[in-house]
């Protein structure tokens, strides 16, 4: 069984090439869905939340296509950074994060209106920072545009200068958790089908990071 076309109801230039890397065939139509943020809400609640509404945005316009919302928040110590709104917020997310470890979480939503059907789920990633002075800091934002990514930063973007080791889906940390959303995207279709390639390229990909993947005791199992 065939998939329906896929569209990716964001137009975060990073999912586009983690799809594109997989071998998904795809097309853009940006949410104008808001983000929603609220302080009594886990990370994982609201990353679902705002998949699902970027998704259902975009479906009710494409009850025939199979929607992919995502939204991915940072989680340090149950305070959740979205995107900065400027570079003096960028510059105090990662005072905040440096030296210590957080979960970058990003909730998906795969919608096809016109059958009813829906799959949302989370994944989580730990992140552990190097310690940062004010120097170090202020170097990378002169690197990076911050005020496009959770917690103002992006890991494939000099992300070895800020980042001591990740614990999880590297490509979750980018955006999209492509290791789960393979298996979801197959199990959608009823078999592997047009997707069967997913691991090979998916191995491929993760290979080639640069940021080393280790899964430490201390951090939980379900990482």
Not at 28 to 33: I, Q
Not at 184 to 200: C, I, N, Q, V
Request: with cysteine; proline share 5%.
């Amino acid at each position: 069984m065939k998939l329906p076309s896929l569209i990716l109801a964001s137009n975060s230039p990073r999912r586009s090439e983690l799809l594109r890397q997989a071998g998904v065939e795809f097309r853009v139509v940006p949410s104008d869905a808001a983000e929603l943020h609220h302080d009594q809400l886990t990370g994982r609640e609201i990353s679902q939340i705002n998949a699902y509404r970027k998704a259902r945005a975009v479906a009710k316009r494409f009850p025939d296509g199979l929607v992919l919302g995502a939204d991915t928040v940072v989680d340090v110590d149950s305070k959740i950074f979205g995107k900065p709104s400027n570079l003096e917020e960028a510059y105090e997310m990662l005072e905040k994060l440096q030296g210590r470890t957080h979960m970058v979480v990003s909730g998906i939503c795969l919608l096809h209106l016109r059958s009813h059907r829906q799959r949302i789920f989370s994944e989580s990633t730990a992140v552990v920072f190097r310690p940062l002075d004010a120097v170090k800091i202020r170097r990378y934002l002169t690197q990076v545009n911050p005020l496009d990514k959770a917690g103002a930063y992006a890991i494939q973007e000099h992300g070895d200068e800020i980042i001591e080791r990740i614990s999880g889906s590297h490509s979750n940390v980018v955006g999209l958790p492509m290791e789960r959303l393979s298996g979801e995207l197959r199990a959608w279709a009823g078999s592997a089908g047009d997707y069967g390639a997913f691991p090979t390229l998916l191995a491929e990909t993760m290979s080639a990071a640069s940021i080393r993947v280790t899964r430490p005791s201390h951090f939980p199992g379900g990482l």
